[in-house]
């Protein structure tokens, strides 16, 4: 089955832009989850959404959102970028659930980079 | 608070050689512990998983790891390292219910011919 897909792949922005990433979920996963990858910080935990409600949320400024439609994609918003915000963004396709852990299914990731 | 450390930024190791990258652990409840690859470009990779019962997990690629509670430790192991296996590799902690992964700052590994 196709994995999970993360549109667009490099992405080139300039402080005070705002961006949208996009994440398409292995088919029947009904959770996705996005995470932040920079050489300073690592792999920083953003938001999760199950079934279009966000369950959990990292500790990242109000710029970051994200919301999730009912087919499962799920989009992700920075507003007034800043030059720490150029990361690899990278999104997991989660089958669902709430008690109990399920394995997280990543995608190749979408680099941004703020000029 | 939650975190994980890994301690070795840069292993090199030569093909064939053994391979132990270490993985200590601060987690309140009873933890999930995994181990993702990166290759350079892409996205994560679960190589293995451990909720509980045995404490010797095996997962794909030839890697196990062990879970020591004592030690708060998950170290990853492969007898006979390919040059394929060249990558960076990251440790996480989570919790039942809970899909927020807390991650380790990764360990390269180099693999020399």
């Known amino acids: 089955k196709a994995g999970v897909t993360q549109t667009p792949r490099y992405l080139i922005k300039t402080r005070g832009q705002q961006v949208t990433l996009s994440c398409s979920p292995i088919?029947?996963?009904?959770?996705v989850s996005w995470y932040q990858q920079t050489p300073g910080q690592g792999l920083q935990f953003l938001f999760e959404y199950f079934s279009e409600t966000q369950r959990n949320k990292g500790n990242f400024p109000g710029r970051f959102s994200g919301r999730q439609f009912s087919n499962s994609r799920s989009e992700m918003n920075v507003s007034t970028l800043e030059l720490g915000d150029s990361a690899l963004y990278l999104c997991?396709?989660?089958?669902?659930?709430?008690?109990?852990?399920?394995?997280?299914?990543f995608g190749p990731g979408t680099r941004l980079t703020v000029l | 608070a939650q975190s994980v450390t890994q301690p070795d930024i840069h292993i090199t190791v030569s093909e064939g050689a053994s391979l132990e990258l270490r993985c200590n652990y601060s987690?309140?409840?009873?933890?999930?512990l995994f181990w993702y690859v990166q290759s350079p470009g892409q996205g994560l990779q679960l190589l293995l998983k451990?909720?509980?019962?045995?404490?010797l997990v095996q997962g794909i690629k030839g890697f196990e790891a062990e879970f020591k509670r004592s030690q708060s430790s998950f170290n990853l192991r492969k007898p006979s390292v390919h040059w394929s296996d060249a990558a960076e590799y990251f440790c996480?902690?989570?919790?039942?219910?809970?899909?927020?992964?807390?991650f380790g700052t990764g360990t390269r590994l180099t693999v020399i011919p």
């Open positions: 088919s029947g996963h009904r959770s």
């Open positions: 997991a396709s989660i089958k669902g659930g709430q008690n109990s852990y399920n394995e997280q299914f």
């Open positions: 987690y309140g409840a009873t933890p999930y």
């Open positions: 996480a902690v989570g919790a039942r219910g809970a899909n927020n992964l807390f």
């Open positions: 451990y909720f509980s019962g045995d404490t």
